[in-house]
């Protein structure tokens, strides 16, 4: 079964720092790609960023290029979104996410169906 195991959340005040982590089981990682979603309180669930199976490519959501920098270690079935200048707008639990194909494209965010349990993210002002 795919297992997404999010890990890295936690409160952070305005401005800093934060490094998530995904460790993926239970298909061959190297093949999928892979992304972060995010779902505020009282929004619907929000595209953050995805990398293509080889880690060649990324797409980023405008509201955080610039700021964060998704990541892959395929001999670690890891995926990392490293967030930087974190505002409290950025609040939200986030999720780690699995492309629907094998080296599928990651043009849409529609394209990425199982999700992890998520990890809560909290910027304070």
Not at 21 to 26: E, K, P, R, T, Y
Not at 60 to 80: E, L
């Amino acid at each position: 079964q795919v297992q997404l195991v999010e890990s890295g959340g936690g409160l952070v005040q305005a401005g800093g720092s934060l490094r998530l982590s995904c460790a993926a089981s239970g298909f061959p990682f190297s093949v999928y790609g892979m992304g972060w979603f995010r779902q505020a309180p009282g929004k619907e669930s929000e595209f953050v960023a995805a990398i293509t199976w080889t880690g060649g490519f990324t797409s980023y959501a405008d509201s955080v290029k610039g700021r964060f920098t998704i990541s892959r270690d395929n001999a670690k079935n890891t995926v990392n979104l490293q967030m930087n200048s974190l505002k409290p707008e950025d609040t939200a639990v986030y999720y780690c996410v699995r492309h629907k194909k094998q080296f599928g494209s990651i043009r849409s965010s529609a394209d990425f169906g199982s999700w992890g349990q998520g990890t809560q993210v909290t910027v304070s002002s």
